[in-house]
């Protein structure tokens, strides 16, 4: 059976790989289409065409939109050919997604390499014979049902390695591969997807390969393919026993050792818990040069919340420890969690002003399907948002309002796909790589500056965001005057520091890709001598880029480096249009999906540029301008707009084309200008604007932007601005939506006629 797997690829999506080389070992004839955002999906569906069976991986409910959009799109071309989805959001919401998305016809629980093979021997009989195969969500009759579980594989060195086809990937001019030595968690987070996932399937719940198997697999790609970075993606490497620990350690450092393989970089992520001097030596003098540290809370209140069960003193000591070694070790802090206070955001704060000299980031607890966190929320009543976009309340009413306020904030600065912080946590991997690979005063004085440089900022950053959180605890309420104040003063400063970094980012960025540049340059050349019995000076990883661009021709993606974060918050992150559920209503309001960039013509080069890691074929060859302090807008098809007419209850100003303008005002989108909906003074202080984003067969979409929260609502859905509004052609009649201010009692009445 001919399979198409599709599914993100940043940072290789080992699933994919580890399914492919399972599908194929079984005689099936897998391949893999990277689905990295919406605008991916026409070559998604131009990869489907000759595909007997689809499987989704649904990793990130974050993107789970997406994913159901594009199983729409497949089941309309093709609706007779199934659709299979697994991952972590897929296995933990299955009985629901299927319950209200016909286009998925099967969901595999759990890890999915047995079970997939068996779904694909099943042939033309799959969809109707799915419930013979252990382990899946299937449709018996209009509702989902479970078949018997399907216990964990025991032996991981007996499933099949991942199919390791794919260009040669190099960061920061190192060739560089993605590998797992072992499967699940040691812990029970309450927030976590991991855990919830491993608890769905019998049997044990973490698994470790052999350390001389993982050694086999290193040896291999060393090498065969000339790589010289393992990122390992456990997310336990160390586990809570110090002599399990240094025997595992030990043997794989013997292993490795056996099999030539010398002068690598490691990528690892354990616990504070768990980071010990010894192992840590150990691992460091095999190349360790980048760990991520679950830290994710300063506070005890934080790890409380989220059910972490760690201490604070745990964190600092590895933290220290880190330091004093020499190693790389990116953190995450939860400062917003349901029991936030201001006391434990300053906490954490202070925390992160105490350890700056790590890339870090800082984020919100997010509520995952079937985690005990959000069955806490759900049993208090706190549970909020949307089944695919899930929020709480928080108990105290300050940090609702910080969260109100520091979301828009610092939405450049933590969070998003180009966020400054994320970006420097990228870099700082790319300088740990270059400080392992490169000799050189200069290379020295580059990350000795750039390390510098990101203590500042995180200084900086902690210091913004402590402002934020003393400003909205004294306040009185969100109209206070003060707080207006301070606001517009940390915004101010904050934008003009944010220019400054992201210009200051863009130049370190460039230095390092020069590197990346004349890694592959003196790699070719490398190669083109040993064919001719000469020898080249140049790194010492340079044969080792020789080998790797010669496994396919000089077939290269350079990767931009590791970040191991939270994604951004659910209801603030961009997502492609779901498909609408049964019997949907003339219009839904969605969170601002992601504006897609026009795409550029440009000649081919040699190798290719991934904005992420990945194993996977890269994305389609984009050069990397550096971080951008907004998005571009969407790339809209020309299409004719449709005509709005406009009124306000109380009487609010309108202005459009800078002009003040009469109500009801009739309202024909134009340039794409924005029509701007009050002036944020007097008594109904309300101020808004809305734009036509996309226009296309089906329905029309508006979108609504506000300095203010403001509420959107069409039919039964609404949402806090910045949103989408889609309204579907096929309804019939008038349609209309309304923003609302909680605040002033304030409403803007919008009614479009239908598209001329």
Same mark, same amino acid.
């Given at each position: 059976?001919?399979?198409?797997?599709?599914?993100?690829?940043?940072?290789?999506?080992?699933?994919?790989?580890?399914?492919?080389?399972?599908?194929?070992?079984?005689?099936?004839?897998?391949?893999?289409?990277?689905?990295?955002?919406?605008?991916?999906?026409?070559?998604?569906?131009?990869?489907?065409?000759?595909?007997?069976?689809?499987?989704?991986?649904?990793?990130?409910?974050?993107?789970?939109?997406?994913?159901? =959009?594009?199983?729409?799109?497949?089941?309309?071309?093709?609706?007779?050919?199934?659709?299979?989805?697994?991952?972590?959001?897929?296995?933990?919401?299955?009985?629901?997604?299927?319950?209200?998305?016909?286009?998925?016809?099967?969901?595999?629980?759990?890890?999915?390499?047995?079970?997939?093979?068996?779904?694909?021997?099943?042939?033309?009989?799959?969809?109707?014979?799915?419930?013979?195969?252990?382990?899946?969500?299937?449709?018996?009759?209009?509702?989902?049902?479970?078949?018997?579980?399907?216990?964990?594989?025991?032996?991981?060195?007996?499933?099949?390695?991942?199919?390791?086809?794919?260009?040669?990937?190099?960061?920061?001019?190192?060739?560089?591969?993605?590998?797992?030595?072992?499967?699940?968690?040691?812990?029970?987070?309450?927030?976590?997807?991991?855990?919830?996932?491993?608890?769905?399937?019998?049997?044990?719940?973490?698994?470790?390969?052999?350390?001389?198997?993982?050694?086999?697999?290193?040896?291999?790609?060393?090498?065969?393919?000339?790589?010289? @970075?393992?990122?390992?993606?456990?997310?336990?490497?160390?586990?809570?026993?110090?002599?399990?620990?240094?025997?595992?350690?030990?043997?794989?450092?013997?292993?490795?050792?056996?099999?030539?393989?010398?002068?690598?970089?490691?990528?690892?992520?354990?616990?504070?818990?768990?980071?010990?001097?010894?192992?840590?030596?150990?691992?460091?003098?095999?190349?360790?040069?980048?760990?991520?540290?679950?830290?994710?809370?300063?506070?005890?209140?934080?790890?409380?919340?989220?059910?972490?069960?760690?201490?604070?003193?745990?964190?600092?000591?590895?933290?220290?420890?880190?330091?004093?070694?020499?190693?790389?070790?990116?953190?995450?802090?939860?400062?917003?969690?349901?029991?936030?206070?201001?006391?434990?955001?300053?906490?954490?704060?202070?925390?992160?002003?105490?350890?700056?000299?790590?890339?870090?980031?800082?984020?919100?607890?997010?509520?995952?399907?079937?985690?005990?966190?959000?069955?806490?929320?759900?049993?208090?009543?706190?549970?909020?948002?949307?089944?695919?976009?899930?929020?709480?309340?928080?108990?105290?009413?300050?940090?609702?309002?910080?969260?109100?306020?520091?979301?828009?904030?610092?939405?450049?600065?933590?969070?998003?796909?180009?966020?400054?912080?994320?970006?420097?946590?990228?870099?700082?991997?790319?300088?740990?790589?270059?400080?392992?690979?490169?000799?050189?005063?200069?290379?020295?004085?580059?990350?000795?500056?750039?390390?510098?440089?990101?203590?500042?900022?995180?200084?900086?950053?902690?210091?913004?965001?402590?402002?934020?959180?003393?400003?909205?605890?004294?306040?009185?309420?969100?109209?206070?005057?003060?707080?207006?104040?301070?606001?517009?003063?940390?915004?101010?400063?904050?934008?003009?520091?944010?220019?400054?970094?992201?210009?200051?980012?863009?130049?370190?960025?460039?230095?390092?890709?020069?590197?990346?540049?004349?890694?592959?340059?003196?790699?070719?050349?490398?190669?083109?001598?040993?064919?001719?019995?000469?020898?080249?000076?140049?790194?010492?990883?340079?044969?080792?880029?020789?080998?790797?661009?010669?496994?396919?021709?000089?077939?290269?993606?350079?990767?931009?480096?590791?970040?191991?974060?939270?994604?951004?918050?659910?209801?603030?992150?961009?997502?492609?249009?779901?498909?609408?559920?049964?019997?949907?209503?003339?219009?839904?309001?969605?969170?601002?999906?992601?504006?897609?960039?026009?795409?550029?013509?440009?000649?081919?080069?040699?190798?290719?540029?991934? @904005?992420?890691?990945?194993?996977?074929?890269?994305?389609?060859?984009?050069?990397? @301008?550096?971080?951008?302090?907004?998005?571009?807008?969407?790339?809209?098809?020309?299409?004719?707009?449709?005509?709005?007419?406009?009124?306000?209850?109380?009487?609010?100003?309108?202005?459009?084309?800078?002009?003040?303008?009469? @109500?009801?005002?009739?309202?024909?989108?134009?340039?794409?200008?924005?029509?701007?909906?009050?002036?944020?003074?007097?008594?109904?202080?309300?101020?808004?604007?809305?734009?036509?984003?996309?226009?296309?067969?089906?329905?029309?979409?508006?979108?609504?932007?506000?300095?203010?929260?403001?509420?959107?609502?069409?039919?039964?859905?609404?949402?806090?601005?910045?949103?989408?509004?889609?309204?579907?052609?096929?309804?019939?009649?008038?349609?209309?939506? =309304?923003?609302?201010?909680?605040?002033?009692?304030?409403?803007?009445?919008?009614?479009?006629?239908?598209?001329?």
């Amino acid at each position: 059976m001919r399979v198409l797997l599709v599914g993100p690829d940043q940072e290789s999506n080992l699933s994919l790989l580890y399914l492919a080389a399972s599908l194929r070992a079984a005689g099936h004839a897998p391949e893999i289409a990277a689905f990295n955002e919406w605008g991916d999906a026409p070559s998604v569906l131009r990869a489907a065409q000759g595909a007997d069976l689809v499987g989704l991986s649904m990793c990130f409910q974050v993107r789970a939109g997406e994913f159901l =959009a594009l199983a729409g799109k497949l089941k309309r071309e093709r609706p007779g050919r199934p659709i299979v989805a697994g991952g972590h959001h897929a296995s933990c919401a299955a009985t629901e997604l299927l319950d209200a998305y016909p286009a998925l016809d099967v969901i595999v629980i759990h890890e999915g390499e047995a079970t997939l093979v068996a779904l694909a021997d099943l042939g033309e009989a799959l969809v109707a014979r799915a419930g013979e195969v252990p382990g899946v969500c299937y449709r018996s009759g209009a509702r989902a049902a479970l078949s018997r579980p399907r216990p964990t594989a025991a032996d991981l060195d007996r499933v099949p390695r991942p199919d390791r086809t794919g260009p040669a990937r190099l960061l920061c001019g190192v060739p560089s591969a993605y590998l797992m030595g072992s499967r699940g968690c040691v812990s029970d987070c309450d927030y976590c997807c991991i855990t919830t996932l491993h608890r769905l399937a019998p049997g044990p719940r973490f698994r470790q390969r052999t350390p001389e198997d993982v050694a086999d697999e290193m040896a291999d790609l060393y090498h065969r393919r000339g790589v010289r @970075q393992f990122v390992f993606h456990d997310d336990n490497f160390l586990v809570p026993s110090v002599a399990r620990n240094r025997e595992r350690i030990g043997r794989l450092d013997a292993a490795l050792a056996d099999r030539e393989v010398r002068d690598i970089g490691l990528v690892l992520k354990c616990s504070p818990r768990d980071a010990e001097r010894e192992a840590l030596e150990a691992l460091r003098r095999m190349g360790l040069l980048r760990l991520f540290m679950g830290v994710e809370s300063g506070s005890a209140c934080g790890l409380a919340s989220i059910g972490r069960r760690q201490k604070v003193e745990e964190s600092e000591r590895a933290l220290s420890l880190c330091e004093s070694l020499g190693i790389s070790t990116q953190y995450t802090l939860i400062v917003f969690h349901p029991e936030a206070t201001v006391e434990s955001m300053l906490d954490d704060l202070a925390f992160a002003a105490r350890h700056p000299a790590h890339p870090m980031n800082y984020c919100r607890a997010e509520i995952y399907a079937g985690t005990p966190l959000e069955a806490r929320m759900r049993e208090a009543g706190r549970l909020e948002g949307t089944p695919l976009a899930p929020t709480y309340r928080y108990t105290d009413p300050k940090v609702t309002l910080v969260w109100a306020r520091g979301s828009e904030l610092f939405a450049g600065r933590c969070w998003g796909e180009d966020d400054l912080l994320g970006s420097v946590i990228r870099l700082d991997h790319q300088v740990a790589v270059l400080d392992r690979f490169y000799d050189g005063g200069r290379v020295r004085e580059l990350a000795e500056s750039f390390r510098a440089w990101q203590i500042d900022l995180n200084l900086e950053t902690a210091g913004l965001f402590r402002e934020l959180v003393v400003a909205c605890g004294e306040a009185t309420d969100d109209r206070d005057l003060a707080l207006s104040r301070a606001l517009a003063d940390i915004r101010r400063r904050e934008a003009f520091a944010r220019a400054a970094r992201v210009r200051e980012v863009c130049e370190y960025r460039r230095a390092l890709e020069r590197y990346a540049e004349v890694s592959v340059a003196l790699g070719k050349r490398h190669a083109a001598a040993s064919a001719a019995g000469r020898r080249r000076r140049g790194p010492r990883h340079i044969a080792a880029v020789a080998a790797a661009i010669g496994v396919l021709g000089c077939a290269v993606a350079h990767d931009r480096g590791v970040a191991e974060a939270a994604p951004p918050p659910l209801d603030r992150t961009p997502s492609g249009p779901p498909p609408p559920p049964r019997d949907a209503a003339a219009c839904a309001v969605l969170p601002a999906p992601k504006p897609v960039p026009p795409p550029e013509k440009a000649v081919e080069p040699p190798f290719r540029h991934d @904005q992420g890691v990945a194993e996977a074929a890269p994305p389609p060859y984009r050069h990397d @301008q550096g971080v951008a302090e907004a998005a571009p807008p969407p790339y809209l098809r020309p299409v004719r707009p449709p005509s709005f007419e406009i009124r306000t209850v109380p009487a609010v100003p309108l202005r459009f084309r800078r002009a003040p303008v009469v @109500q009801p005002f009739a309202y024909v989108a134009g340039n794409n200008e924005p029509l701007v909906i009050g002036d944020g003074e007097g008594p109904v202080p309300i101020r808004a604007r809305i734009t036509v984003s996309s226009s296309g067969p089906g329905g029309t979409r508006v979108f609504v932007e506000s300095d203010e929260p403001l509420t959107i609502r069409c039919g039964d859905t609404s949402s806090v601005a910045p949103a989408h509004v889609v309204l579907r052609d096929d309804a019939g009649g008038a349609r209309s939506f =309304a923003l609302e201010d909680a605040r002033s009692g304030a409403r803007v009445e919008i009614h479009l006629a239908p598209p001329r």
